[in-house]
């Protein structure tokens, strides 16, 4: 009975992979192409190659790019770029293969072209929706200028652990966050219309669940159970997905232990049949080969995965080239399967409009007028000065004076190569503003003095692994000693010091994990000779992730976080610093107080012992040596002003469902400057079929709020707002008590409850 069944469900099955392998494009031209094409060069369109140049993430540079194009052998290349080069890359294509199909060009765009942004995680920080979409739009109009026709981002991997290099290139830890962010991103670089000149093909990455690889170390392991997938994790790929994204990045972890990129359920079952998703899917750089170590087979059995798993595009490994024909003689996969997969990517060729004109995007007057011109600087200065988050600021000692007499040290102070930050391959550092010049230049009354006062770190090993892009940590030939002491030897004569420390830019991103996230030991003790000399002290610190910094902030000083900000970078901080623009940036992702509570996040869940408020209870669920709460709370982010939260009130006590709930808050600017902040809506849902987080992010707005002024800001929940993803899996929205926080961080205070109700 149970063989019948199994028989009856595995026929219904190959019906239905069958039925779906030869649906027909709904595109004409697509069609009509797909009819004329052979076996071969089907899967030609399947393999997409990097010829090198580019930064390379994988030990494998494609060879034989050229031949392999006039073969019909290729559907795609990264990590090349300009309307030359890439021209005669298609003139390869369209003059010397039988079918004249085009390339896509991709490339990877993380934080604006050549225009350098702050890292994505920075960027988050700003909570402004419009402006990071309109960065992508930017990013977006530079690229295509120059070439690029398909994007590898957005990057909404949720990260609650940043020991992850990777943290630093996504939107930190929230998926409500990420999913606005995501949707912005995908409306910044896709536009209206594909085809447009200026518009690009977004690639949502890294699907799925990449950022949850176990003890923060890149490419490891994940093991999660569901609920926490969809209700955590997934919504963020759902929302670019719900957004348009014409594409889709596996990722290289397992999930459910079978690898992203060979898993049906990820790929076919969720992405295309749950939530309806029609672009292509491409591997990430090599992944489909490496699910050989990861002991699912040899070359050609984990490509056969691949490909029934849903896997359209090969990057790198070649694995389909090489393979999948023999696997349709072996008939172990049909022509038909191929076919689907050729399918969708010669529906995004098409929508890109690459058929009707394949050097669309190859205009040499658009490279030359298009790209890092001044007002996509000047708009890089305000994305960056949007994204600092001011942490402490000890007595107000910011913002400065404009004529103090600053000493400007430590190992970021003088540093371009450092400024554009992690996975800006296609930016120049050359082009980067240093500290020192944006202090120069925004406060040119100043007395500015500077001292390197340490090296990034003393340790020559990791130095090394950092530079492997180029000199990224340089050692000076002065000892240590010999620094700190010229740094405190200028701190002497002047008014104030500023220390510029932290990371350098590699020590975030790609394989740059760490297991301390503490400042190097050169800079913790240039940092406490500093503060022993009683001078206002501004630490501006530069990381691509969450640092633990629990000594600097007891410290009498103000702490500045400024990520790594792109080109306008010494532009945007000289701005903060000295008060042309006041601080709104609010935290995206937890600040942990030491590595070992790790992974931490606000939407934690209650437990059956539920810590006491303050101090240590026995058999309750905290630790012996520090509090369960992080140095700082997710949406945390101070202002030059202070804003004071009053008068929450909700316009119903009874929702039903349907209704939209309006929140009022009045929100006044209480301190002497104008500012703007991020009004913060936390919903927590009291009683539900699974146990509830104690409070969820969902809804915020970004106010200006002059001085002495007050603002009545208005939030709305709706019923969707209230749902979550049951044990079933149902996006439901269950009756009974939530409660709304509305103010400035997670820890808002301010509350009031609602009922919904049948
Ligand atoms: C990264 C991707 C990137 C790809 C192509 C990989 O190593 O994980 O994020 O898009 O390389 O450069």
Known sequence: MRFAKFRLITLLFCLFSTLSAQEKSTIPEVQALLDQMT??????????????????????????????????????????????????????AVNHTRLKIPLLFGSDVIHGYKTTFPIPLGMSCSWDLGLIEKAARVAATEATADGINWNFSPMVDIARDPRWGRIAEGAGEDPYLGSVIAKAMVRGYQGADLSENNTMLSCVKHFALYGASQAGRDYHTVDMGRIAMFNQYLPPYKAAVDAGVGSVMSSFNDVDGIPATGNKWLLTD????????????????????????HGLGNLQAVSILALKAGLDMDMVGEGFLTTLKKSVEEKKISEGEIEQACRRILEAKYKLGLFDDPYRYLEESRAKNEILTSENREFARTVASRSFVLLKNYNDILPLKKNSRIALVGPLADSRENMLGTWAPTGDAKWAITVLEGFKKVAPQASIRHAKGANITDDSVLAKKVNVFGPRIVMD??????????????????DVIVAVVGEATEMSGEAASLTDISLPKSQKKLIRALASTGKP???VLMSGRPLTIPEEYEMPIALLQVWHPGVEAGHAIADVVFGNYNPSGKLTATWPRN????????????????????????????????PNTPLFPFGYGLSYTNFEYSNLRLDKEQLKRGQTLQIKVTVKNTGNYDGETVVQLYLGDVVRSITPPKR????????????GEEKEVTLTLTENDLKFYNNKLEFVAEPGEF?????GDSNAQLARSFILVE
């Open 739 to 743: 409660v709304v926080h509305v103010g």
């Open 270 to 293: 969720l992405l295309r049949l749950r939530w309806g998703f029609e672009g292509f899917v491409v591997s990430d750089y090599t992944s489909l080969n490496e699910m050989i170590p």
């Open 537 to 539: 002290l501004v630490l």
């Open 39 to 92: 076996l071969d060069e089907k899967i030609g369109q399947l393999n997409l190659l990097t010829p090198g140049g580019g930064i390379l993430t994988g030990s494998v540079v494609s060879k034989d790019v050229e031949k392999k194009i006039k073969a019909g052998q290729v559907g795609g290349l990264f990590g090349i770029s300009g309307p030359d080069k890439l021209r005669l890359a298609q003139e390869l």
């Open 595 to 626: 590595v070992g509570q790790i992974p931490i996040y606000h939407s934690v869940k209650n437990t059956g012992r539920p810590n006491p408020k303050e101090g240590y209870e026995k058999f309750k669920s905290n630790y012996l040596d520090v």
């Open 696 to 707: 969820q992010l969902k809804g915020f707005k970004k106010i200006m709020v002059k001085k």
């Open 477 to 494: 030939k002065r000892s240590p000693v010999k620094m700190v002491q010229e740094a405190l030897d200028i701190a002497k004569s002047s």
